[in-house]
C-alpha cells in the first residue's frame, strides 16, 4: 500500500489530537502508518484483517481495544506487533494510548475477510465504555482445548497402530469404543478422525528450523481457506511435519468445535481408495473427503505410481478448494521433486505455499530437551542437554529417545542427572554414530551421490563440477563430526582452515536460498545417518 493510496484525511503526517475526528480515525490511520513499515505479505496476513477497533477516551486516559477471532492471532499479533503498534498509536495521538488485544467472545465476531483499513468515522464508537471482562491474551502456556472437547478425539494410540477408519458416509468415526457412541452424536459435535489431541502449538518448540512452517500454520489455524491454500510442508523424517499439522487441526477444533477434520497418512487414503474400487462404491469416499473443512495428510510421496489414487485425489483436492475447505500435506521432498506423480497433482501441490522444516539447530535442539524434560517434571541441566544435542543431531525423533534413554537410566539407577550419566546412557548411540560418521565416509557418500572420484575431495582440481561437491562435503564434515576446521582442512587435501571456514558459509546460505541444493542436502544427510 503506498502512501498516494491513503485518504488524504487519513495520511500518517495528518496532525493529531484529543479531538472526536481524530479519536475516530486514529486506529485507522496506526493501520496505515503500519502498513508503510512492514512487507505486504506481513500486513495483509496479520494487520489488514483486524475488524474495526474501539477507541475511548475518558478521564485523560485514551484507550483502543481491539478483539482478534482466535487466540492463535492473538499471540502472534501480541508478540511481534503489539510493542509497534502501542508506540504508533501514542505517536498519532500525542499522548499514551493503552492498547488492549484479547480475543473477541465467538458469537461476537466472526473471522473478517475485508480490510482493517476503514472508512473514517466507521470504527471508533466514542462513548462507549469498554467491556466488563476486557481481558489481555490468555496464558500461552494453557492447554487449548478444555478437557470436553479432548474427549471429543478417538484415542491416537489406535492410529497409531494402523487401526483402519469406518467407512460409509461423513460421520468420521475410528475406534470402536466411539462408534457405540456414535448414534447418539448430534450435529454439533465435531466430527473428526485422526487428530492426536497432545500435538498442539503449545507444546512445539519454535526456532530457525521450523520458523517459516510455523508462522504459516499459525496462519492457516486463524484463518483456514483464505491464504496459504495448499500448505505443503516436506523435510527429513523426524523434523515435526506431522506435529505441526495436528496442531494446526487441535487449533481449528478449539476455535470451531463443528469443524470437519480429517488426518490421515497417504496409505490410507490409498487404501480407502483400493476399498472402494473393488465395491464400486465411491459415493462413499466423495461423501468422506468432499465434505472435510480440513484436509491433513501425511507423506504424499507415497501417491507414486498409483494413478487411480492420484485420479481420486485429484478430484478430492479440486472439490475441497472449490469450497474453500484447507489442505495440509506433507512430504519428504518439494513438489517438484516428487517421482512418479502426474503433473497436474504437483502443480497443484505448488499452487498454494510450501515449506520446508529443516533439522533443528544445536539451540532448538537443547530447548526442545529442557522442554521435553519439563513435561516429565524433571529439570534438565543446561550442560546436559547441550551434551546430548551435539551428539543426536539427527531429528527431533532421535533427540526424544534418546532424552527418554537418559531419563530412564536416571530413574533406575537412583542417581542424578549428569554428563557422565549421558554418556553412559547413551554409550551404545555415540558409540555408532562415531563408527558411522567419519568425514572418510562424508566424502564418499557425497562423491558417489555427484558421481566424481573419491580422490577428487582431496585433489587442487577446481571446476565447478567437483569444486561444489567439495564444499558440500567440507559443510557436511563441519555439521557432522567433532572434527575442527584445521582436521577437516588437513582431511581434504592438507587444505587451510579458512578454505573450509569459506565452505561451510557458502554452503550454509545457499542452502536457505536453493531449493534443489536444500532437498540434496536433506538426502546426504538421512544416508549419512544411516
Not at 523424517?237 to 506435529?243: A, F, Q, R, S
Not at 581434504?492 to 542452502?511: N, P, Q, S, W, Y
Request: glycine share 6%.
Amino acid at each position: 500500500m503506498s502512501a498516494a493510496e491513503l485518504p488524504a484525511s487519513a495520511h500518517p503526517s495528518a496532525a493529531a489530537s484529543n479531538s472526536p475526528a481524530d479519536l475516530a480515525t486514529l486506529w485507522q490511520r496506526t493501520c496505515e502508518r503500519l502498513a508503510m513499515e512492514l512487507p505486504e505479505q506481513q500486513f495483509n496476513t496479520w494487520i489488514r484483517p483486524l475488524p474495526p477497533a474501539e477507541v475511548i477516551h475518558a478521564e485523560g486516559v485514551t484507550c483502543v481495544s481491539v478483539r482478534v477471532p482466535n487466540r492463535f492471532m492473538l499471540d502472534w499479533i501480541r508478540t511481534q506487533y503489539s510493542a509497534r503498534l502501542e508506540s504508533i498509536l501514542t505517536e498519532l495521538n500525542g499522548a499514551e494510548v493503552r492498547l488492549d488485544i484479547a480475543q473477541a467472545a465467538r458469537a461476537a465476531m466472526p473471522m473478517q475477510a475485508g480490510p482493517a483499513l476503514r472508512p473514517p468515522g466507521s470504527m471508533a464508537m466514542p462513548g462507549r465504555a469498554l467491556p466488563p471482562n476486557a481481558q489481555f491474551a490468555s496464558n500461552p502456556g494453557q492447554p487449548l482445548m478444555p478437557p470436553q472437547q479432548a474427549a471429543a478425539y478417538p484415542q491416537s494410540a489406535a492410529h497409531q497402530a494402523g487401526q483402519a477408519p469406518v467407512q460409509g458416509g461423513p460421520a468420521m468415526v475410528t475406534l470402536p469404543q466411539y462408534q457405540e457412541a456414535a448414534p447418539n452424536r448430534t450435529r454439533s459435535q465435531p466430527q473428526v478422525m485422526g487428530l492426536n489431541p497432545a500435538l498442539t502449538f503449545d507444546n512445539l518448540v519454535p526456532g530457525r528450523a521450523n520458523q517459516m512452517a510455523r508462522t504459516a500454520a499459525l496462519h492457516v489455524a486463524g484463518a483456514p481457506g483464505q491464504m496459504y491454500n495448499p500448505l505443503f510442508i516436506y523435510g527429513g523424517v523426524g523434523l515435526g511435519k506431522t506435529h505441526l499439522m495436528n496442531a494446526v487441526g487441535n487449533a481449528l477444533l478449539a476455535d470451531k468445535p463443528d469443524a470437519r477434520i480429517l488426518y490421515l497418512h497417504a496409505e490410507q487414503f490409498i487404501s480407502d481408495v483400493v476399498k472402494n474400487y473393488q465395491r464400486k462404491t465411491f459415493d462413499e469416499l466423495k461423501a468422506k473427503y468432499h465434505q472435510l473443512d480440513l484436509l491433513l495428510i501425511d507423506d504424499v510421496q507415497f501417491f507414486a505410481g498409483k494413478d487411480r489414487t492420484q485420479e481420486e485425489f485429484f478430484n478430492a483436492f479440486e472439490a475441497l478448494l472449490a469450497k474453500k475447505a484447507h489442505i495440509i500435506m506433507t512430504s519428504d521432498t518439494y513438489p517438484k521433486g516428487l517421482a512418479n506423480i502426474d503433473e497436474r497433482l504437483t502443480s497443484r501441490f505448488d499452487s498454494g505455499l510450501t515449506v520446508a522444516i529443516e533439522p533443528p539447530e544445536l539451540e532448538m535442539r537443547v530447548a526442545i530437551l529442557i522442554k521435553k524434560a519439563a513435561l516429565e517434571a524433571i529439570d534438565m541441566p543446561e550442560d546436559v542437554a547441550f551434551f546430548v544435542a551435539k551428539n543426536v543431531r539427527a531429528n527431533v525423533r532421535e533427540l526424544e529417545g534418546a532424552l527418554r534413554k537418559v531419563l530412564a537410566f536416571a530413574k533406575f539407577s537412583h542417581k542424578e542427572i549428569t554428563i557422565a550419566l549421558a554418556r553412559e546412557a547413551l554409550k551404545d548411540l555415540l558409540s555408532i554414530q562415531n563408527r558411522q560418521i567419519s568425514v572418510e565416509n562424508i566424502q564418499k557418500t557425497v562423491a558417489d551421490f555427484y558421481k566424481i572420484k573419491v580422490a577428487d575431495m582431496y585433489s587442487k582440481k577446481r571446476p565447478a563440477s567437483i569444486a561444489k561437491p567439495r564444499q558440500i562435503a567440507m559443510y557436511l564434515a563441519k555439521e557432522l563430526t567433532q572434527k575442527s576446521l584445521p582436521e577437516i582442512g588437513e582431511l581434504f587435501g592438507g587444505r587451510d582452515h579458512t578454505t573450509v571456514l569459506h565452505a561451510v558459509r557458502k554452503i550454509m546460505g545457499e542452502r536457505g536460498k536453493d531449493t534443489e541444493l536444500n532437498q540434496q542436502l536433506h538426502v546426504l544427510e538421512q544416508t549419512l545417518k544411516g
